[in-house]
Each structure stands twice: as C-alpha cells, then as structure tokens.
C-alpha cells in the first residue's frame, strides 16, 4: 500500500490563528506513534475505515488546510478530515465561561487557535487507554506500539513505515499470553479483548454519553478510560478524566492556588465551566501547568484508576 498520490482531496478552511500540531497532538501517543505523526509539518494519520485502510495527511497550504487521503478508505477520511482537525470543535459559549478565572481566561487567549479533535474512533483510542491504566507513560507507549507492531499492517500512501490500528477482530482472537512480552498483565490484555470483542456496538453510539454508558458497563473500564475515549473519539470538550493520579491536583492549583486536591475538590472547581470541563484541563496541559511536587524527585505516574 505505497502509491504516492493521493485519490481524494479536500481544502478546509481553519478559523484565525488555527495551530494543526497543536489541535492533532492528542492524537498521537509519542513523536514516533506508529499509526500517527507529524512530519515536515503535515501531520499523517493511518485509519481503519467501513470502505477499508486509509491514511489522512493534513497539511497548512497559505490560508487553508489541505486534507489528502490514500487508500480504499480515502473519500471516507477526507470527509471526516474537518472533525479530525477539531474544526467541527464549538467553542461558542467558552470565551465567557473562560472570563469568570484570570488562569482559565490567560490560556485560552494564548492558546485559541487550539481545537479539540473528534476522530469518530471509539476502539483505536481504547487501545491507548486501556495500556495507560495504572501505569507509567512510557510503560504504556511500550505496549502500545509493541502491540500495533505485532498485528503490524501498513497503511496507504507515501508516508513509510506508517501502520493501520490493530483490527478489533484480531485483538479479540488473541490469547491475553500473547500480550505479556509487551509488558502487558493479564488484567490490561482481557479488558483490551473484552472491548474488542464489543467494539462494533462501541463504535455505534449515537454520542458520548451512551458511548460512555456502554464503555463502563464493560469490565475493566472505568470514568478514567471511558472519559479518556470519548474525548477523542467524539471530540467531547465535558469528559473530565476522574481518577488520575495528576490532573486534581493541577486543577486544584491553577484554579484555587492549592498543592492537592482530590477528584471531589477537582469537579467542584470546575463546575463553573460545566460544558467545558475537560477543555479546561486540556488548557491546563497545553499551558504547562503543574502543581508543587513534593519530597525528593521521583519518576511521574500516570496512575489512573481504570
């Protein structure tokens, strides 16, 4: 799947001051995710899509944002390419919100050209959310890149070596043994072939709230990861990831000038911005902000609940 030019095209055209690395970080799991990247300023994307495998490249062209597409799923991603580069994000309503709080209002100038992506995606961000509980982040992006290596399937277009999501299938016909060598216990690998064996049914909801409901009513997935997915997949600018060991407390700081705070102090400070919750927290993160570490340097978890 190497041919070079592209057989769909698209050119969108991004509000004032639209920053696509920025906007498309969340979709990658490192500089050297092996299903998504941004290279020489474009940023490639590898799909699964109902036409087949596709791979997405956005890339700034004067004014506008080209959207190129490759592969049997070409026409499908170049139509989803505007959601994908978070310019279907509504931030109509958020600058007032944002006014109510010196922090909240100073990072949503310095960073308004920041739009939340919605990928339509549901089971592809699982895979990342499920290896991210309860442990580090380079842990996580271990498994993470061992597993799409290990069902490795490249992707349309010029963009080499660029790898497809794992099919759900494939990841629920797989023994949970297969996954340890990937630094992967048991636990982590049956919750990852439980959600793929449901994925259809997953990557149907109508919005996300019910992807929400069904998501946790799997076991193994808690607010954590189904917040951690639907933010992604449907671009949700409310889900708000309760059980993180970090972000109570980074909310907690910028929003009350407390070192810690717990999940229930954390909601309670973002109450004001209900709608908007978890674009808060992505200013946080966009913004730098951490609260005071305490006691001597240690290793930062990210130890989410599940």
């Known amino acids: 799947m190497t041919g070079t ?3 769909a095209r698209r050119e969108l055209r991004p509000p004032a001051g639209y920053r696509l690395a920025a906007s498309v970080r969340a979709l990658t799991f490192s500089p050297y995710d092996p299903c998504a990247r941004v290279a020489a300023g474009t940023f490639w994307w590898a799909a699964r899509t109902p036409d ?14 080209l959207a190129e597409g490759y592969g049997p799923g070409a026409d499908r991603v170049v139509q989803w390419a505007d959601a994908v580069a978070g310019l279907r994000d509504d931030v109509s309503g958020f600058g007032a919100l944002a006014a109510a709080h010196p922090v909240v209002a100073r990072l949503a100038a310095q960073h308004q050209g920041l739009r939340m992506p919605a990928t339509g995606q549901v089971f592809r961000q699982l895979l990342r959310a499920v290896f991210e509980q309860k442990v ?19 992707a349309p277009g010029p963009m ?25 216990e048991q636990r982590r690998a049956e919750t990852l072939r439980r959600v793929a064996a ?14 929400t409901r069904r998501l946790t009513a799997v076991a193994g997935i808690g607010p954590w990861t189904a917040a951690e997915v639907v933010r992604i997949a449907y671009g949700d600018p409310d889900a708000v990831s309760v059980g993180d060991f970090h972000v109570p407390n980074t909310v907690a700081w910028a929003l009350a000038g407390e070192p810690r705070g717990d999940d229930a102090r954390m909601l309670a400070l973002l109450e004001p911005f209900r709608g908007h919750r978890g674009r808060v927290c992505v200013l946080l993160a966009a913004g730098g902000v951490q609260a005071p570490k305490y006691g001597p340097r240690m290793p930062i978890r990210s130890f989410a609940r599940f």
């Open 198 to 211: 449901v994925a259809d049914r997953l990557e149907h909801c109508a919005d996300s709230a019910e992807a």
């Open 136 to 154: 580090t982040g380079k842990e996580a992006y271990r498994a993470y890149a061992a597993t799409v290596r290990h069902f490795a399937e490249a």
């Open 5 to 7: 030019e592209p057989t």
């Open 160 to 184: 080499q070596p660029l790898l497809l999501p794992p099919e759900p299938a494939a990841v629920a016909a797989t023994p949970y043994w297969v996954f340890h060598p990937f630094g992967v």
């Open 52 to 65: 087949g495998p596709a791979t997405l490249a956005l890339r700034p062209a004067g004014g506008a944002l």
